[in-house]
């Protein structure tokens, strides 16, 4: 007769494995911590995004939109508070939504060949995803969540925002999605589908 079946119902259901075979292995995540295989990334403080957002609405004051854009996404805040990564998002959202539809593609073009320019508009798409993710939890058709709808603040340059001030209605929020859709699309066709594949594999998050 098979052990297994002179064992009891029991006997099957028990905690059988007694040493821990993991701790054992010498390559084992047990026996190190994982977050040393990646490298450390600097700590970007909230008034180091201020200042960069200031830096950046002069550039479009002053016409250079393509200038504000490229300090965006050169500098992307991949550690630092929830209040500096969203008001990285502020700005970047502010940027986009000056730039007319007729100039995203040529500007698109200019940056992926500029040198670093495929690392940039990988941020950017970092930044479209986290977009389209807010305006999503702030629609009024987004299920109820625990934690606080993500929103991108009124800024005192007269852009409109992704998200619609309280009582206002959510037509701002739609176009606001429509903005961050139209951009996804023209980095897909300059920087190719590869774009979506590196963003979704890395393991840095904006």
Not at 139 to 158: F, H, I, L, M
Not at 161 to 187: C, D, F, N, Y
Request: net charge negative; aromatic share 4%; glycine share 6%.
């Amino acid at each position: 007769m098979s052990i297994i079946r002179e064992h009891t119902q029991a006997t099957l259901t028990d905690a059988w494995r007694t040493i821990n075979i993991d701790a054992l292995q010498e390559d084992s995540s047990v026996n190190f911590d994982t977050s040393t295989l990646r490298p450390p990334l600097p700590e970007v403080s909230e008034a180091e995004v201020r200042q960069l957002t200031s830096q950046v609405r002069q550039l479009l004051r002053g016409g250079d939109a393509e200038g504000a854009l490229r300090g965006c996404l050169e500098s992307p805040v991949y550690a630092g508070s929830d209040a500096a990564r969203e008001a990285a998002l502020q700005t970047v959202v502010e940027v986009l939504q000056s730039i007319k539809a007729s100039e995203m593609t040529p500007m698109l073009q200019r940056i992926y060949a500029s040198s670093g320019g495929s690392e940039c508009l990988d941020v950017l798409m970092k930044y479209l995803y986290k977009g389209m993710e807010s305006a999503s939890s702030s629609s009024p058709s987004a299920s109820s969540a625990p934690r606080t709808p993500t929103r991108v603040t009124p800024q005192p340059t007269g852009f409109s925002q992704i998200v619609p001030r309280p009582g206002a209605s959510s037509e701002s929020t739609g176009a606001a999605m429509s903005v961050l859709l139209s951009w996804h699309e023209k980095v897909v066709e300059v920087a190719g589908l590869g774009c979506i594949g590196r963003v979704m594999t890395d393991w840095r998050r904006v």
